[in-house]
């Protein structure tokens, strides 16, 4: 009997030893969370010195390198407002939502949407938030269409996949970021508005360089930063998504 309690004890030892050890290779396998990231610690040093495309860089980084990054989304949303570029802003703030819907942050992060949709309207031609002549334009229309707009463009996002990229044409060292290769057809002359009554761009290709979004891109075009989401949706085989623009591809820009 003595014995049988005793080989009873040995397996009982072993088996907690077996199971310690399990936990023990559980946790080391826990990857480091995302706050504790270098690159994410980098982010935060560079905006509390007001280094907003620094710390953007920093975020767009750990975006890239971890799946469900939600305080990086929010920063770099954060970071975009302060760029004055309010479409990758959007994204990013409801890529948070996404993650986070019942988070104690998240009635704020709804409002900076708000703020951001407000902010590129008022980037479009004719300011429309100003008041008409007419009187004061519904801006609660204009943001839920806005708010229809973006939720299209989030289906768009989550159902794009990587296409093969075309070969990129080499720049024209005389016009940084335009690509040195003509335009097969009509030309497109600056000014002058084309068959579908719309604005003709600037040019018709752009090689994307450091530090350039959709809006800027746009505004280089054609003047206005409205039509970003053109822009995106002629590329969406090179573009992942409007927030994530490569140096050095080759945009077709859009009649």
Known sequence: ??????????FSLAGLLALVGCDGDTASAI??????????RQGMTYEKQHESR????????????????????????????????PLPAIYHFNQYL???PTSEQSAIVRQMVKTAEKMFIQQLPGRPL?????????????IRKLQNENAKLMLE???LSRGVRNPEPKNDPRTPGIAAIPDKGTPAVPGVPPANGRKAPAFTTYVIVAGDT????????YGTAARANDIYNANRDKV??????????????PQ
């Open 1 to 10: 009997m003595e014995r049988f309690r005793s080989v009873f004890t040995f």
């Open 31 to 40: 990857r480091t969370p995302e706050l504790e990231d270098s690159e994410f």
């Open 54 to 85: 620094k710390a953007l860089e920093s975020f767009l980084k750990v975006i890239d390198s971890r799946k469900g990054a939600s305080e990086s989304h929010l920063e770099a949303g954060r970071m975009y407002l302060d760029l004055q570029d």
């Open 98 to 100: 996404r993650l986070k």
């Open 130 to 142: 100003e008041p008409s002549a007419a009187g004061s334009v519904d801006q609660s229309t204009q």
């Open 157 to 159: 996002v989550a159902e």
């Open 214 to 221: 959709l809006s800027k891109i746009s505004t280089k075009a």
């Open 240 to 253: 992942t998504s409007p927030a994530n623009l490569k140096p050095g591809t080759t945009l077709t820009i």
